[in-house]
């Protein structure tokens, strides 16, 4: 079969300098072994399908495989499986031109601003503090002695299954060098902030090497998690710039905004790659 075939690089404005998301269109007649098959062919964090919306109110329907499994729900597969959809001649049902994706945790609403994509953080599935003994395991893993750096963490999982770590400054993130054997089945995402007049605030990273993901360029569901605990606990403001990706020499910028209890992560979006992917039928 030949299928429709876009490779999207999401959280930048500069093609190559994002995250990568494989996107196959029309996916409806793939076989379930094939979808995880391609996702592990292509190596990316994430490889998303396109099909039909089964909820009445969404605008299509798409799965998320990593080249460990399927996941529920991330976010820069969210904005690049939109913006693939879009330029695929994709048209908004609602009057206000918003995106409505179903996907593994629901409806996810993404906005358009002129060609700027954002989604509306879905609910966490597990928030609250982090176990003493877990929070000891993973900042093991990451070469931290929690007393020291470590400010604060929590539980910030909206599907994947982050647990977040808010270290005392950017540079400290960007030190880290992950024991990945050490982390184990941990998704673990770390995050700390810019000196005053920096033009981002804070840098991020990403780890889920139980996904087959060892380090994520630029990860929208754990910038989403990590902001609506940080706004919501006061240590971050409403509006921020979150940059991720240094360490793997790409640039990644996320864009936070909370809007009363929404909390909308977004970014710049690049089509990449066109063409036809071919599977063989069954």
């Known amino acids: 079969m030949s299928l429709p075939f876009s490779q999207v690089d999401v959280f930048t404005s500069e093609f190559l300098r994002g995250n990568p998301v494989a996107v196959v269109h029309d996916a409806e007649t793939v076989a379930d072994a094939d979808m995880a098959a391609f996702a592990r ?3 990316l964090s994430e490889t998303t399908f396109l099909l ?3 909820h009445p ?4 329907r ?5 080249p460990g499994g399927e996941i529920p729900f991330a976010g820069h597969p969210t904005l690049g499986s939109a913006r693939a959809w879009l330029e695929a001649g994709g048209e908004p049902a609602s009057d206000g031109g918003q995106i409505v994706q179903e996907c593994g945790v629901g409806l996810v609403t993404i906005a358009n601003d002129g060609g ?6 879905p609910p966490l599935r597990r928030s609250g503090p982090v176990d003493p003994s877990d929070l000891a395991t993973v900042a093991g893993s990451l070469g931290l002695e929690t007393d020291d750096v470590v400010v604060d963490a929590a539980w910030v999982d909206n599907g994947p299954g982050w647990v977040g770590l808010l270290l005392r400054d950017a540079e ?5 060098e992950p024991d990945f054997g050490a982390m184990g089945d941990y998704l673990v995402g770390v995050i700390g902030p810019y000196g005053e007049g920096s033009e981002v605030q804070f840098e991020v990273r990403g780890f889920a ?11 929208g569901s754990l910038n989403a998690g990590l902001a609506q605990w940080l706004i919501g606990s006061g240590r971050a403001p409403s509006s921020y710039a979150a940059q991720q990706g240094t360490a793997l020499g790409r640039r990644g910028l996320v864009r936070v905004t909370a809007d009363g209890a929404e909390v ?3 970014g710049d979006t690049v089509v990449g790659i066109r063409g036809t992917l071919e599977l063989e039928d069954g």
């Open 264 to 266: 909308w992560v977004g």
């Open 172 to 176: 400290t993130v960007l030190r880290l």
């Open 116 to 121: 700027r994509l954002a989604f509306a953080a």
């Open 41 to 43: 062919w292509t190596n």
């Open 52 to 54: 039909q919306p089964t």
């Open 209 to 219: 090497p139980s996904l087959d993901v060892p380090e994520d360029p630029v990860t």
């Open 57 to 60: 109110d969404a605008d299509y």
């Open 62 to 66: 798409v799965r998320i495989f990593t």
